[in-house]
């Protein structure tokens, strides 16, 4: 509709356009400048991704108007490693686990066999990373091995307060992306429900996501791995078989969102970089009814760590289907706080 056929008259009407339509539109309006005003997210810079985020959600949160989205329907999901916090050198999720793997894998040498394990007990890292969540699910598995899941919980947090990142100087526990710390919480206001989907173990995401991200662990979803059901000092107890019974990436996070919610999500949050998150970035895109996917793209060599998938899998994913790129060098003042 051109400047023209909208300007209003005073005669009472939008020309060609009834005035009866035009209270919804002065919702948005002034939905969209009171987000403006306020400004939901200072640490996003006043770029185009950040002006569409704000008008999706305005829009999807306003009752009445063509993109409302029913609270009901309003869920969000984010892939954690590489899209709420930094998943190299390694994924965080790694590094409480790496003091048990010697000890495991002495008692039970087939855990050694897994490629990833191997890489990690000689020292190859590039190994480890290259082989990307797969890898990541056998080294924690291999970790976990004979263990009950109290114990593995227990230990998760504290070596990560203890572990300080060499790259950003803080414990791992601080090492939240803040600009997606505020998009959560913008969410979360706008009455969407946020969970996390993960391609790490539940057992080691449930233990900091409240802390990290500001979503209870009943909203967590990841790689889960087999237990089973033995006592200990009369007491039952799950216990960890070294097994992994769901590795959630790629095709395999819509199969567990459907599982655990049983709707698509309506804004989906992921990253380029180990094509993991493609597949349920296109489940919420095909949907029916408005959506909202975004796409972390890692390009900021200086704040955090710049690498890319050799054949640009994801970000052609991103062209071709309509996902939002999130660049951390243009759309961020900062990543990673002190």
Excluded at 143 to 160: F, S
Aim: net charge negative; aromatic share 8%; proline share 5%.
């Amino acid at each position: 509709m051109s400047a023209q056929s909208t300007r209003f008259s005073w005669n009472g009407t939008w020309r060609g356009l009834s005035l009866s339509g035009c209270p919804m539109i002065f919702a948005i309006i002034i939905s969209t400048q009171a987000f403006a005003q306020t400004d939901a997210l200072p640490l996003w810079n006043d770029t185009a991704t950040k002006r569409a985020i704000v008008e999706f959600v305005t829009k999807a949160s306003t009752e009445g108007g063509a993109d409302f989205v029913p609270m009901d329907d309003r869920i969000a999901a984010f892939d954690m490693d590489g899209t709420l916090t930094p998943e190299h050198p390694m994924p965080i999720a790694v590094i409480p686990v790496l003091a048990d793997i010697k000890a495991n894998v002495a008692k039970n040498p087939s855990l050694g066999a897994r490629p990833a394990v191997a890489a990690l007990l000689r020292g190859d890292l590039k190994t480890v990373v290259a082989l990307g969540e797969d890898g990541q699910a056998d080294i924690i598995a291999a970790a976990t091995d004979g263990k009950t899941t109290e114990e593995v919980a227990a230990n998760v947090r504290p070596m990560l307060e203890k572990a300080i990142s060499e790259k950003f100087g803080v414990p791992y526990t601080k090492t939240t992306y803040k600009p997606m710390r505020e998009l959560i919480e913008l969410l979360k206001k706008s009455g969407f429900t946020v969970y996390i989907c993960s391609g790490s173990p539940v057992l080691f995401t449930r233990e900091i996501s409240e802390e990290m991200f500001g979503i209870p662990p009943e909203h967590v979803m990841g790689t889960w791995l087999e237990t089973k059901l033995g006592e200990r000092d009369g007491r039952t107890v799950l216990v960890y078989t070294g097994k992994i019974g769901h590795l959630n990436d790629k095709e395999g996070k819509p199969v567990t969102l459907n599982l655990a919610i049983g709707k698509r999500p309506v804004f989906v949050g992921g990253n380029e970089g180990g094509r993991g998150d493609i597949a349920m970035m296109r489940w919420s895109r095909d949907r029916d009814g408005p959506s909202f996917q975004i796409l972390i793209n890692h390009d900021d060599a200086e704040r955090e760590f710049a690498y890319s998938e050799s054949d640009s899998y994801s970000l052609d994913a991103a062209k071709q289907f309509g996902f939002h790129v999130v660049s951390m060098t243009d759309d961020w003042k900062e990543i990673v706080g002190k």
